[in-house]
């Protein structure tokens, strides 16, 4: 199995489902309110578990109940969380509105995760021991590209989802093997609209690049393969997950063959859009299987 470790964001999602989100100024009635464990690096390491993988998950919760739940949830998928740490204060949360069309809008507060400013030493010993990590842009940046570059030199294969986007050093991305944008991160990274443009141009920094598209599936930039792969026709009923099943799935793949890694990504995203919530939806090997098996 592809061993993985995670650095990242452990938040609790507020979720509010609306017919659709108020405008400015505007106060609508929501359908209903739900508590659900999250976080963009809790969902990469529950997406990476759940796929096949072995998981270690490195990152901050509060000392409050939200941190006990979901420090639980991790370590009840058989999560390495030694390296998750209680820190005094609120854990993170992020508030999510979800619109009965599937899409969705999210306020992320960094809580406990923002104290998680730079590596140590238990993180470079499970890094060190990693196959792959997985990072996001929910913990300062200054841990993710120490990370980066520590796994760089570890010769450890790193892949970024660069989320929520921000401006990021040259540096950090020349320490990247594999950037997973959305289209729109992809377009705020490089300032072009265009997807093939812009995959071309994250390529200058000597990693691969495949850029979600949500229901049109992604567009991947590599040395030596460039392909659009599609995603599958399913109905969409919340789309919180969709990124972060991508990612985690494709790490657990843990092939050479490129293709079928995308592919295997994207039947894990595409059963997670049909439930609510983030690591609920979240689907497991078995599922992923049959999946496949139902959509040769």
Request: net charge negative; aromatic share 4%.
């Amino acid at each position: 199995m592809t061993r993985i470790a995670v650095l990242g964001s452990a938040n609790m999602d507020l979720v509010v489902r609306v017919l659709r989100a108020p405008k400015p100024g505007e106060t609508v009635t929501g359908r209903s309110f739900s508590t659900v464990p999250g976080g963009k690096g809790a969902n990469q390491a529950l997406a990476a578990a759940r796929a096949g993988g072995t998981v270690s998950f490195l990152g901050a919760v509060g000392d409050d109940a939200y941190g006990v739940r979901l420090r639980t949830l991790l370590a009840d998928e058989g999560i390495d969380v030694s390296g998750l740490v209680r820190v005094p204060g609120p854990s993170g949360t992020a508030h999510i509105l979800v619109e009965d069309g599937g899409e969705n809008s999210i306020v992320v507060v960094p809580g406990a995760n923002g104290t998680v400013r730079s590596l140590t030493d238990a993180h470079r010993e499970r890094i060190a021991a990693a196959d792959v990590l997985l990072l996001q842009l929910e913990l300062p940046v200054e841990a993710i590209a120490q990370a980066a570059s520590f796994a760089r030199g570890a010769g450890v294969r790193t892949v970024l989802t660069p989320a929520p986007v921000t401006a990021l050093p040259d540096s950090l991305l020349a320490d990247v093997d594999l950037l997973v944008p959305n289209q729109h991160e992809a377009a705020a990274l490089t300032g072009l609209t265009d997807v093939e443009a812009a995959g071309r141009a994250l390529q200058r920094y000597g990693c691969d690049v495949v850029i979600t598209l949500g229901a049109d599936g992604c567009r991947c930039f590599g040395a030596g393969d460039s392909f659009a792969a599609p995603a599958f026709p399913v109905p969409v009923v919340d789309t919180t997950a969709a990124g972060d099943t991508f990612v985690g799935a494709l790490a657990a793949a843990g092939t050479s063959d490129v293709r079928a890694g995308v592919r295997r990504a994207a039947a894990a995203a595409a059963l997670s859009v049909g439930r609510t919530g983030a690591s609920a939806a979240i689907p497991y090997r078995t599922e992923i299987d049959q999946f496949l098996k139902d959509h040769p």
